[in-house]
Nanobody, 122 residues
Framework: QVQLVESGGGLVQAGGSLRLSCAAS????????MGWFRQAPGKEREFVAA????????GYASSVKGRFTISRDNAKNMVYLQMNSLKPEDTAVYYC???????????????WGQGTQVTVSS
């Protein structure tokens, strides 16, 4: 069982940066792949970034590649999403998710946080 709590969202101007954090509970955190997903109003939930349990493998949606960086600290049970050069179209609720298997499909992730709002103004 893994419980996830996101933080770090907020309002930022276009071109700015935010760092999202996801705190995980559970002694087996280091064995889980982690993902960040987002959902804008009226749109489906979409993949943003994922990282394997070792941190060696990472993946990004094409829309955020080169601007966002996912990382993890297994000693602290934390996952991060550094978001740079933010655009208004990045506005969404961002969710942290965990699963035993690394992947990009939100349907495959078993554990979810409550989400944190990111709003990018133009």
């Amino acid at each position: 069982q893994v419980q996830l709590v996101e933080s770090g969202g907020g309002l930022v101007q276009a071109g700015g940066s935010l760092r999202l954090s996801c705190a995980a509970s559970g002694r087996t955190f280091s064995s889980y792949a982690m993902g960040w997903f987002r959902q804008a109003p009226g749109k489906e939930r979409e993949f943003v970034a994922a990282i394997s349990w070792t941190g060696v493998t990472t993946g990004y949606a094409s829309s955020v590649k080169g601007r966002f960086t996912i990382s993890r600290d297994n000693a602290k049970n934390m996952v991060y999403l550094q978001m740079n050069s933010l655009k208004p179209e990045d506005t969404a609720v961002y969710y942290c998710a965990a699963d035993a298997l690394y992947g990009t499909r939100w349907e495959a992730y078993r554990y979810w946080g409550q989400g944190t709002q990111v709003t990018v103004s133009s």
